[in-house]
């Protein structure tokens, strides 16, 4: 039902394609409007719920692929408990090679780095309320107490230097009872409280509670930006509001300046609730749970609630009742340390805390029973070596089945792992690995990508990756078969519209990442393969159109 136009409170006959939410009379008044409107016209609205808090409902259908919400960071820093990095860039330091800053003594990589705006705060408060330089001469230490505080010392500073910001800050969700309630409140008030108001000289200015709550947001709310190496934390605004699910329907990637890109990975609804992963999507329902149990989280999804998670049966394990064919599930995953029925408090993260019982024979296994069988599986795993492709293809084929079900996501994570090496990483490339090992590789690539359109469909960096590892070893059996004369030229038009088709779903699970990380490197390349696939298909012929898929590999690309 429209409403009262936005500029002139007539009655309005249309409404904002963007948003939904706002009406006009004419499309004079909307473009008069658009300029101010611009700002907040966004396809979602902030609801809030007792159980969710604030989070996002869209406000029209979404396609897939649709940026929802770029965002830049209100602030940006260091991990807490992670080793000294550069204050400017957030980039590993080594000795010799760093400096320090000449006005507060705070480490980094170069000069132009302590002349960073990120790295004001710090310097600032260091010089002219500490009035003593930092000295910190341990590079490769952890959980070092000047960078422990850090991020929230940056915060902090938003008060006097930027209302706006503070205020925003300030309205996030510190939940200090939960944290209080598993020690962290207690271990932030001696570790980074305390610290921060002595080191810095700061007790008439903030107050014990004020940093506490900081602390909060700063952990609660944080994203970890995976473009340096240890990664870098920031918090943003309405990007915190965007709520959890183990099967989200968004994604998530950051640009070079660290802005937070959110895109629609499924066809969203309106009314809908979007919702990104905190977590590892491609680990089974305990492991996330325990995993988000440590932020502080509690996820109740379609995933989590279904001991078969959606019929893959991606958690479970062989039954070893007699003679039973069957898989053992847990009877409830949604059991939680704190409300398990035993009094034990030892933590069992793969499996959860709930009995596990087949789903063929009923009969069952306590939680720790299965823990210590999939901590023996996932030690044997460590102790193949990545490069031994042959023993982990013997333990994969040991597993699989007889100990594990075949989708476990133990199995699919070495599927996956050995999908992406075979022609790329050892003495042989992809031109010169056997058939019998690039079929396998394809083989890996449709196992793991089948699992993904069903459990985690919105995780594009995985499936662009094996989409892309795919669409290379389909354009090297083309070429083989093609020069072999193998293969008719109707099988040479369907491998190379498979390959294409793979090409293109590769683009658009990668196209969004920076070019600084793996995945954004190669989409720069799928993006070339795709104008020279097009300019083939401009001169007709079958053979060009081969040429252009295969030249990259044979390259080793």
């Known amino acids: 039902m429209v409403g009262v136009c936005a500029v002139c409170s007539k009655d309005a006959t249309q409404t904002c394609e963007g948003c939904h939410l706002r009406d006009y009379c004419t499309w004079e008044h909307q473009q008069k409007d658009w300029e101010k409107h611009i700002v907040t016209c966004k396809p979602f609205k902030v609801e809030r719920s007792s159980f969710l808090g604030r989070h996002l409902v869209s406000t029209r259908p979404i396609k897939s692929g ?62 002219t309320k500490r009035k003593i330089k930092v000295n910190i001469t341990d590079l490769d230490s ?70 506490l709550k900081i602390c909060g947001v ?86 989590c609630k ?109 599927r996956g792992g050995l999908a992406q090496t075979y022609g790329r990483v050892g003495p042989e490339g992809l031109t010169e690995i056997s058939d019998k090992r690039l079929e396998r590789k394809m083989e890996l690539c449709r196992q793991v990508l089948a699992l993904a359109d069903i459990l985690f469909p919105a995780e594009t960096r995985v499936r662009g990756m094996l989409m892309f590892e795919l669409h290379e070893s389909l354009a090297e059996e083309t070429r083989r078969g093609a020069d072999k004369g193998d293969m008719n030229l109707l099988q040479l038009k369907h491998k190379i519209q498979e390959s294409q088709h793979l090409l293109t779903g590769a683009e658009k699970m990668l196209s969004s990442e920076p070019e600084m990380i793996p995945e954004g490197e190669i989409a720069v390349e799928v993006k070339r393969r795709i104008l020279d696939q097009e300019a083939s298909q401009m001169n007709g012929s079958t053979k060009n159109v081969l040429l252009s898929q295969t030249k990259c590999v044979s390259m080793g690309m």
Request: aromatic share 8%.
């Open 66 to 127: 649709e940026v929802v919400l770029k965002e830049a960071p209100l602030v940006v820093g260091p991990s807490q408990l992670g080793i000294p990095v550069c204050v400017g860039c957030y980039k590993r330091l080594t000795t010799p090679g760093a400096i320090t800053c000449p006005r507060c003594g705070w480490p980094a990589c170069g000069l132009e780095c302590t002349l960073s705006p990120q790295h004001q705060p710090e310097c600032e408060m260091t010089s």
């Open 306 to 414: 279904d001991p078969t998670e959606l019929g893959t049966l991606y958690s479970a394990i062989r039954c070893r009742s007699g003679n039973c064919e069957g898989y053992l599930v847990p009877d409830n995953p949604l059991v939680n340390l704190d409300t398990r029925d035993d009094a034990s408090n030892e933590q069992y993260p793969y499996s959860g805390y709930t009995s596990w019982s087949c789903l063929l024979c009923g009969s069952s296994k306590q939680p720790k029973e299965v823990y210590q069988l999939l901590k023996r599986v996932e030690s044997d795993i460590k102790e193949t070596g990545e490069m031994d492709f042959e023993l982990r293809e013997r333990l994969l084929s040991r597993l699989e089945g007889e100990v594990l079900h075949p989708n476990h996501y133990f199995l699919t994570e070495l």
């Open 218 to 303: 700063v952990q609660i709310n944080s994203y970890f930006i995976p473009l340096t190496d240890p990664q870098h934390a920031a918090v943003y605004d309405t990007a915190s509001f965007i709520e959890h699910n183990c099967r989200p329907n968004c994604s998530k990637t950051f640009t070079e300046t660290n802005e937070l890109m959110i895109r629609v990975a499924i066809p969203v609804e309106k009314g809908d609730h979007l919702s990104i992963s905190y977590t590892e999507q491609t680990w089974g329902t305990a492991r996330r749970r325990h995993h988000l149990s440590q932020e502080l989280l509690l996820c109740c999804c379609e995933r």
């Open 142 to 211: 952890p959980q070092q107490p000047e960078y422990r505080c850090l991020t929230v010392l940056r915060c902090l500073y938003q008060r006097e230097h930027d209302p706006q910001c503070w205020d925003k800050i300030m309205g996030l969700e510190p939940h200090s009872e939960k944290r209080i309630r598993c020690g962290k409140y207690e271990e932030d008030r001696v570790h980074v409280a305390n610290f921060i108001r002595q080191f810095f000289q700061l007790e008439d200015e903030f107050s014990e509670e004020d940093i």
